[in-house]
């Protein structure tokens, strides 16, 4: 079983790494985008369901943990993102377009000066910050749908 378990773990492995190439190609993201290995991102399931409540909890520990680099309105812009490489993500730009898992191991795990919040904040927590992130793209969206709408009653003397 051991062995199995290995020869399995490994193969998933490989595959990542053969994956990890193709990934950032073809999403229109800069060469700076990183992915959690395909295995967790879409195998580790949200278990917070993405309520109000949830988001806003997410926006708080956001608030209060994120903001240097990511910026108050998570487009990678806070205080300390020009020191920083790899700049810190345009949240606002990535959300809706990867899977809860993807950020969630991102948010536990870190890379380069992105911190391990894994030891720092609970796993609940972590997924607050998920569904608050998701929850950009939405926000996003309305934002625009909203500046167009008043654009269009410009256009028309309203």
Not at 61 to 69: E, G, M, R, V
């Amino acid at each position: 079983m051991k062995k199995i378990f290995t020869t399995t773990l490994i193969s998933l492995t490989l595959m990542n790494v053969s994956f990890a190439g193709a990934s950032s190609m073809g999403h229109g993201h800069d060469s700076q985008h990183w992915d959690a290995p395909f295995y967790v991102k879409y195998w580790y399931n949200n278990p917070v369901s993405a309520n109000t409540h949830s988001v806003d909890q997410g926006e708080q520990i956001f608030q209060k943990n994120c903001i240097s680099c990511h910026g108050k309105s998570a487009r990678g812009d806070g205080p300390l993102a020009k020191t920083l490489m790899p700049k810190p993500t345009n949240l606002r730009m990535m959300s809706g377009m990867h899977a809860d898992g993807d950020f969630a191991w991102k948010i536990s795990n870190g890379r380069g000066a992105m911190p391990a919040w894994k030891e720092t904040l609970k796993q609940e927590q972590i997924w607050h910050v998920v569904n608050y992130i998701q929850s950009l793209a939405k926000r996003t969206k309305l934002a625009k749908s909203e500046s167009s709408h008043a654009h269009d009653d410009q256009s028309h003397g309203h």
